[in-house]
């Protein structure tokens, strides 16, 4: 089993330009999350997903879209990237256990995005 | 909403000095998982706790959940190099959204 992978590794844009995160998952598993994570602070919930066909806004949702069209996959949109969107990104996904919370959260390798 | 707070944010130790960090919520939680992220790395899970009162240890780990279910704390007996990191808390009040705390960045000087 590959976990959670992330692509692309490394990326760069200019303002303004668009890009697509992709996370794939082979765990079965139902819950899957995008995070932020800026230079010496904690990790910052972007948008998660409880199922395919389902997303929901996290704690800093704003200037991002989310997809969810397949169970293994949860992509990440910058419409119109900005320097503030300077970040490493990660990728999890989670079992669901019962309602009202869910199991470990396994992350991805990060994805680092550099805004020009 | 809730609030998490996590103290310290940073600690410096000798190698085989014990360490602790703590976790405190303005609201009762469901549950708390507690992860670590090396240098340059992705958080890894390290232990979730349900249960009021509740104590693991995983070897040089130790876990407690509050009897309130509003606090927690990880505490590192005799800390090794290995232990560098940051330590994060992530509660839970019951959604399916994880809010992760600032995190405690641990040094350990050989």
């Known amino acids: 089993n590959a976990g959670v992978t992330q692509t692309p590794k490394f990326r760069v844009l200019k303002t303004g330009q668009s890009m697509t995160l992709l996370c794939a998952q082979d765990m079965n598993h139902e819950y899957m999350y995008w995070y932020r994570q800026d230079p010496g602070m904690g990790l910052r919930l972007i948008h998660y997903?409880?199922?395919?066909?389902?997303?929901a806004k996290g704690e800093v949702p704003d200037g991002y879209n989310v997809s969810r069209l397949k169970k293994q996959n949860f992509l990440l949109g910058l419409e119109s990237a900005a320097p503030s969107q300077t970040s490493v990104y990660f990728c999890?996904?989670?079992?669901?256990?019962?309602?009202?919370?869910?199991?470990?959260?396994?992350f991805g390798p990060g994805t680092r995005l550099t805004v020009l | 909403g809730q609030q998490v707070m996590q103290i310290p944010q940073y600690q410096h130790v000798q190698e085989g000095e014990d360490f602790t960090t703590y976790c405190n919520s303005s609201t009762t939680l469901s549950n708390i998982q507690w992860y670590k992220q090396r240098p340059g790395g992705h958080p890894v899970f390290l232990i979730q706790l349900v249960k009021s009162g509740e104590v693991k240890k995983q070897k040089r780990l130790t876990f407690q959940f509050g009897e309130a279910k509003k606090n927690s704390s990880l505490h590192i007996t005799a800390t090794q190099t290995t232990d560098v990191g940051t330590y994060f808390c992530?509660?839970?009040?019951?959604?399916?959204?994880?809010?992760f705390g600032t995190g405690t960045r641990l040094k350990v000087l050989a």
């Open positions: 992530v509660p839970n009040s019951g959604t399916y959204k994880y809010i």
């Open positions: 999890a996904s989670s079992r669901l256990v019962t309602t009202g919370w869910v199991d470990e959260q396994f």
């Open positions: 997903s409880v199922g395919e066909g389902t997303t």
